[in-house]
Each structure stands twice: as structure tokens, then as C-alpha cells.
């Protein structure tokens, strides 16, 4: 059995960077959309509920083969993709049942993809470029916890979630314009 080895780092980062740019653009345009959404359509909510989670496993899968098949990385990426297309489909169905099972189910998700988000950027380091998606991990982490907490106690709105997405985002920026350190070593 052959395996093919991680491409170098400036290589990577050529495929990551602009990936991380339109995350950040994303997430930018998601989270206008539902503060603006939230409150007046919840069949349009539900379609950005479903989206989310879809677009971070098609990034997460852009990602992975542009990664190569280098170990832990390959592991971390597989279980956010999987836990992001489920966490879809259970946006979807929370969406019409109430704001606070659509944060409960927020929370959960935001947990297992930061943690899967900060073993992918641990196993990237040498990169460059990753603190800030260590960081954007363990943060998603603790402010999923808050999310599962406010859906649990009831929350009546989701908008908060716009917040949750708009740092995300900015930290892909932010990851983004280090890289280009990688580029353009290359």
C-alpha cells in the first residue's frame, strides 16, 4: 500500500489561503443574512441553518485532499466532516421546533468541529498561518458549551449565532493573510 505524503507547506498554504478568504466572505454574508432572517422567515432560517454546517464539511473536504493523507490532520478532518453534515440534518429538523433546540444543536456542533478545528491546526503548525483556527477551535469549543447551555434554559432567538460565525470568519482572514507569508516563500 502506497500513500501519498503531505505537499509542502508553501503548496498548501497556495490552496488554503484563498479557501480561508472565501470562509471569511462566507461568514460574513451568512451571518448579515440571518440577523437579518432570523426573525421574520423561519423557512429561510432553516435554509441557512442547513447551509452553515454544509459549507464548513465542503471546505473541510476541499481541505483534505488538498492535505494530502497525512495522519492526524486526515482523522480530525473525516470526523468534522461527518459531524457537520449531521449537524445539519439536526438543524433542520430543531429549526422547526424551537430557537433554543436550534442553539442546543448549535452547541453540539460547535464543540466536536472546534475541537476537530484545533487537532487539525495543531497537526499543521509548521504551515504557518494556524494559530489563529487553534484558537478560532478552542473558542468554538467554549462558546458552544454556552450555546448548548442557552438552548437547554430556553433561548427565543438564534441570532447570536451570527456573532459565533462573523469571528469565525475573521479569524479564516486572519489565517489567510499569514499564510501568504508561505506563498510567498514558494
Known amino acids: 500500500m502506497t500513500t501519498l ?3 509542502p507547506a508553501p503548496l498548501l498554504a497556495r490552496t488554503l489561503r484563498p479557501l480561508y478568504f472565501s470562509r471569511f466572505g462566507f461568514a460574513i454574508v451568512w451571518a448579515l443574512l440571518v440577523a437579518l432572517v432570523a426573525p421574520h422567515s423561519a423557512p429561510l432560517l432553516t435554509v441557512l441553518l442547513i447551509v452553515y454546517p ?6 473541510v473536504v476541499v481541505e483534505l485532499r488538498a492535505a494530502g493523507t497525512s495522519g ?5 478532518e473525516v470526523v468534522n466532516i461527518v459531524v457537520s453534515i449531521l449537524a445539519a440534518i439536526a438543524l433542520g429538523v430543531a429549526s422547526v421546533v424551537s430557537p433554543g433546540a436550534v442553539l ?3 452547541g ?13 491546526g495543531l497537526s499543521r503548525r509548521r504551515l504557518g498561518g494556524q494559530w489563529p483556527l487553534m484558537f478560532s477551535g ?7 458549551f454556552a450555546f448548548l447551555a442557552q438552548g437547554l434554559g ?19 482572514l486572519v489565517s489567510a493573510i499569514r499564510m501568504s507569508r508561505a ?3 514558494s
Request: proline share 2%.
Open 54 to 59: 454544509l459549507v464548513d464539511a465542503g471546505s
Open 183 to 185: 506563498v510567498r516563500a
Open 104 to 106: 442546543a444543536v448549535w
Open 138 to 144: 478552542g473558542l468554538s469549543v467554549l462558546v458552544g
Open 5 to 7: 505524503d503531505s505537499p
Open 72 to 76: 492526524r490532520s486526515r482523522i480530525s
Open 154 to 172: 430556553g433561548a427565543d432567538s438564534v441570532t447570536s449565532i451570527a456573532g459565533y460565525a462573523t469571528l469565525g470568519g475573521v479569524l479564516f
Open 108 to 120: 453540539v456542533w460547535a464543540v466536536l468541529a472546534g475541537a476537530s478545528q484545533l487537532a487539525t
